[in-house]
């Protein structure tokens, strides 16, 4: 097991005009559960490759321990990955494909064995050693290509969209699975996925890039209560965050009825800069039911009901700003699932105290509360 250390690592494709991860500053911690998110492009799939050898860093150095890889083949790096499309040899076995690596790297029957033997209980393979991949489900396939890379025992663990062709309910259970096993191996792990509920979920912490940067990189509840700007803001979150654009009206943030009292920070903020306009986020969960006449009540015309059994969410538009630039003209608010709204109803809503997040229009970063 080992540290893992990106240090300005930088990949720059030929006729490519910005570079595909840009000065990648990172350091994850020896035995910890790292997960990469972001959209399609922004840079974590070939963040992965280059600590794994398959692309080139054309900038910068990859360290894993102490030891400085960024030139290293990926054979001699210590490295195991686990692929989307599991990559197993369909003519051999289970326990064939999962000593693999240790036959060719010469260890003895023996050895390989006892090795494929411990990861096949680990991961409740044992009545399946002698079968193809061919008789395996998916997510038993997905289990396979994680033993191969178990009996490897390698410092780091490196896994790609891993669960991108599992359907959604075993998408669910394997991830859970994966979440658990890191945590009893201790290995460190690097884990890549488009999917934000599944990073916010099994990572002990998460790096969130776009186009090729670095935006934030913490724990899954400061990602969700403190994102730096409103790209993570509204990328992390599902429903996602309501954002819009409002002026600064007096000590108000301002968007037709919807009115927000602003701290003396926030104020403070706004005016070194120079702005008379504001980007204030708020989550569906951070929005009340009050009625018309209550301090900072907006209305919102019912468009959807979400029911979800332990929740229900509304999904309206302001009704008195055509075309407001709220989520596209559009709030989402989570309501009580026992007595949801009707569609066509016009409810008013308020944002809770202290609940709102508060970003510059000009910089996209966040301002003090």
Partial sequence: MASVTFSKATRIYPSVPRPAVDALDLEIEDGEFLVLVGPSGCGKSTSLRMLAGLEEVDEGSILIGDRDVTNLKPKDRDIAMVFQNYALYPHMTVGDNMGFALKIAGNSKEEIGKRVAEAARILDLEQFLDRKPKALSGGQRQRVAMGRAIVRSPQVFLMDEPLSNLDAKLRVQTRTEIAALQRRLGVTTVYVTHDQVEAMTMGDRVAVLKDGILQQVDTPL???QQPVNVFVAAFIGSPGMNIGHFELDGEEAALGRARLRLSRA?????????????????????????GADEPGAFPVQVSVIEELGSDAFLYGALTDIPGSSVDGSHIIARVDPSRPPAKGDVVHLRVRPGMQHIFSESTGRRLPD
């Fill in 222 to 224: 400061r990602l969700y």
């Fill in 266 to 290: 926030t104020l403070d903020a706004l005016r070194e800069e120079g702005a008379d306009r504001l980007v204030l986020g708020f989550r569906p969960e951070a929005l009340e039911q009050v």
